[in-house]
């Protein structure tokens, strides 16, 4: 410092909340040289025996690969990732429709959770300055002193004063409790209907039971299945469904009558005896998508992560924010020399629209999907978007490809989103209007058989319809 000329003692950042988001967020703040305190309430994962079979996959897009990049990890997540180069869609029929998700090199990548969770534990405790709390639970905390209190596994408390808080802890966030009790904290939260269940598509003869670089999915409207694979050659499949849906299934007759009924290409795949096994096993998830503002209290305390917006998966980007979120933050922490008392403000500033724009493009998704996207429909979606983009690379995005395979900034990309969704429509409504004049000038030179015509006008106009709504 100024008068002593001796490098000031380096601030403690407590980073509360050990999952994906925080031990990332650990590796940011330990490489900046802070002494890293993170107090997890779960055990050591990496300790903890292995629940074969239950894992739970993730979807790693752009977004999540440039803050890992950030901390020197991409390479090692992409290579225990699997490439998904498109979507397959799964027609009630069986039949299998492959859409790429892009050029060439545009894949996103099926992780699993735990792993990735591993990964990102040992890289934080390669830092001397890091330290891994675990089963230490925190149980409450004040902004004016910043002083926390965590509750161990063996019921003793112990407390920590720390010179920034980061609250990682997840949807139901204990450190996000305190910003309730405080005046101007915007705060909503939502539960949809539906639930989710994860069921495990076991190899065959040792082989992926389909095809392994693909994002499978079985969209039927009300219901939705996805699968996503596993190095160990399995799929991890996620049926969404209403809760009231779920709860009609009591048998494990009636679990096979519903898979025979809108997914029967999957009973051989997953089988039958493990279907009446596996659909019991755990009860359906449920899936709640949390809004907040501000992301910060003073100079003391910020969120991050689910903690600060927990979204609905559809759109397999909650994961890929919260990373983010860590990246955001470390450019602010560059552009005001770590003066944490403007960083955080600015933090909020920037991050909160963001983060907001794909809590709610997830819940458009989701209510979109359910409203009328089955196969047929979500391949003709796609198709447009695909070829629309081919006709005009540089004008009309698809939604998707701003929000997985760029940084642009998630408010950003929805404002252009309307921006296409406007110029699409009056270019509709011109060839349109081009058309019918073409056409009636044709009729008056020789009128044909006018049934004939007006059939295939209807035709015309329905499809026109469909393209109008469908650029999403
Ligand atoms: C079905 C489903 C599918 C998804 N698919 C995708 C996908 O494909 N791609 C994607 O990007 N995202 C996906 N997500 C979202 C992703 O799982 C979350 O966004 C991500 O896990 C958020 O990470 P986090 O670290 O903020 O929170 P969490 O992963 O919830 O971690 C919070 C951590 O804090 C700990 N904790 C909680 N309370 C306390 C406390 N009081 N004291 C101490 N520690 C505490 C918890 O034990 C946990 O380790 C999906 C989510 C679901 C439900
Ligand atoms: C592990 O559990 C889950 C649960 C849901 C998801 C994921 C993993 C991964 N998800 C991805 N969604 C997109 C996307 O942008 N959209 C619009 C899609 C949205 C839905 Cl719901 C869908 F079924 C396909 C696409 C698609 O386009 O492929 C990606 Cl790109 S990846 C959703």
């Known amino acids: 410092d100024k008068s002593t000329g001796r490098p000031t003692k380096k601030k403690v950042v407590a980073v509360v909340g050990g999952g994906l988001v925080g031990a990332l967020n650990a590796c940011f703040f330990a490489k900046r040289g802070f002494n890293v305190e993170v107090f997890e309430s779960r055990e050591d994962i990496r300790q903890a025996k292995v629940v074969k079979g239950r894992s739970i996959n993730l979807a790693l897009s752009h977004r999540g690969r440039q803050a890992l990049k950030h901390v020197g990890l991409e390479e090692k997540i992409v290579s225990q990732g699997i490439p998904m180069h498109a979507r397959m869609i799964h027609s009630p029929s069986g039949k299998q429709s492959p859409i790429p998700y892009g050029k060439k090199g545009q894949y996103i990548l099926s992780v699993d959770r735990a792993n990735l969770n591993k990964e990102l534990l040992r890289e934080a405790e390669t830092y001397p300055n890091t330290k891994l709390n675990f089963e230490h639970k925190l149980h409450d905390w004040t902004a004016e002193t910043g002083l926390m209190t965590f509750v161990r596994s063996d019921g003793s408390k112990e407390q920590i004063k720390a010179d920034l808080i980061v609250g990682c802890d997840g949807a139901f966030s204990a450190i996000r409790k305190q910003f309730l009790r405080r005046s101007r904290f915007n705060y909503s939260q939502t539960y949809i209907p539906h639930g989710y269940m994860e069921l495990t598509m076991p190899p065959i003869n040792g082989q992926f039971a389909m095809k392994p670089n693909y994002l499978h999915i079985w969209p039927r409207n009300t219901f939705m299945m996805i699968a996503l694979p596993n190095l160990d050659k399995t799929f991890t499949c996620t049926l969404f469904m209403p809760f009231e849906e779920f709860e009609k299934i009591t048998t494990g ?24 096994r596996d659909y019991f096993r755990l009860p359906a998830q449920a899936m709640v998508s949390v809004k907040c503002s501000p992301y910060h209290i003073n100079d003391k305390c910020v969120l991050m992560g689910d903690a600060a917006h927990a979204v609905v998966p559809f759109y397999g980007q909650g994961m890929n924010a919260g990373f983010e979120d860590c990246i955001v933050f470390d450019e602010i922490m560059e552009q005001f020399n770590e003066d944490f008392s403007s960083v955080l403000p600015e933090y909020t500033r920037v991050r909160v629209p963001d983060d907001h724009a794909i809590a709610d493009l997830a819940m458009y998704n989701y209510i979109e999907m359910r409203a009328h996207v089955n196969s047929k429909w979500f391949l003709f979606r796609k198709h447009v978007d695909n070829i629309l983009h081919f006709i005009m690379p540089r004008t009309i995005i698809p939604l998707y490809t701003m929000v997985t395979f760029t940084r642009t900034r998630y408010h950003e990309a929805v404002e252009r989103w309307h921006w296409q969704d406007k110029l699409i429509n009056h270019g509709l409504m011109f060839s349109s209007a081009g058309a019918v004049l073409v056409v009636s000038f044709m009729l008056i030179k020789n009128p044909p058989d006018v049934n004939k015509l007006i059939f295939a006008a209807e035709n015309l106009w329905n499809r026109l319809m469909a393209l109008k709504t469908s650029v999403i």
Do not use: M
Request: a negative charge; proline letters at 8%.
């Open 253 to 276: 007759d009636e679990v096979i009558e519903f898979f025979q009924k809108y997914f029967p290409d999957t009973i051989p795949l997953i089988g039958s005896d493990a279907l009446r």
